[in-house]
């Protein structure tokens, strides 16, 4: 009779071996993974199209700075920070600000903003907002105490009951965004935050399904509170 112990040392090579193929089949599994990824990320960069920061300069003094200042910290805030946000995002804004072939009104209607987009090559929409990411936010700072712990609270829990769901799920806990996907919001002025949360609400923006279903949930003392805690957020 073989014992129950030379019985498993008589397995024991076998299962050394399927461990071993196993390893080797996960190593595989893992290069192949990574030489996907590589894959993708080489074809994305190769699609990508080259910006020249320079003539996004050159723009930006031309036809931007007016309103949103040379480096893109708007001095008033009637008019949005660009420094630092997403250049893919600014990109989008520029192209829903300009009516697309057919239609008669653009995704993002502004008469002031659709004459400047619209004289603008692509190439140079593209530059410009490349130019403002490379700048250097100057962050404003929250201002209503009454409401800090309201904007906090939307920002970070959303509104359950309402099925408004946190804003920090797609902008970051710090408000950062993700690049091509949300916008950075960190910074930027509570009173502009407001003005556009507003107008997904009431229909006059339309350029973000999400955030037209959003905000028409929110009611104008919680877009306030969220607006104002955005402006502190670092």
Not at 68 to 75: K, Y
Not at 141 to 151: H, S, Y
Not at 221 to 228: L, Q, T
Request: proline letters at 6%; glycine letters at 8%.
């Amino acid at each position: 009779m073989i014992r129950k112990a030379d019985s498993a040392r008589a397995a024991l090579p076998g299962t050394q071996h399927a461990m071993r193929a196993r390893s080797i089949c996960a190593r595989a599994v893992v290069a192949v993974a990574a030489l996907l990824a590589a894959g993708a990320a080489a074809a994305q960069t190769a699609a990508a199209p080259k910006v020249d920061l320079a003539r996004g300069q050159q723009v930006a003094g031309q036809v931007c700075a007016a309103c949103h200042g040379a480096d893109g910290n708007a001095p008033t805030p009637a008019n949005p920070k660009l420094a630092a946000q997403h250049a893919e995002y600014l990109y989008k804004q520029l192209v829903n600000f300009v009516p697309k072939a057919g239609a008669a009104v653009a995704e993002r209607p502004n008469a002031v903003m659709m004459a400047f987009a619209a004289q603008l090559s692509d190439a140079d929409r593209r530059n410009v907002s490349a130019f403002y990411e490379s700048q250097k936010l100057k962050p404003a700072a929250a201002r209503d105490k009454t409401l800090v712990e309201l904007g906090q609270r939307i920002y970070r829990g959303g509104i359950p009951e309402k099925q408004v769901p946190s804003c920090a799920g797609c902008h970051g806990p710090t408000g950062a965004g993700i690049p091509a996907q949300y916008p950075r919001l960190h910074g930027q002025w509570a009173e502009y935050t407001e003005s556009q949360l507003v107008q997904f609400r009431g229909g006059q923006r339309n350029n973000s399904a999400m955030m037209s279903q959003i905000a028409a949930r929110l009611s104008d003392r919680e877009i306030k509170a969220v607006s104002d805690y955005i402006a502190g957020l670092r």
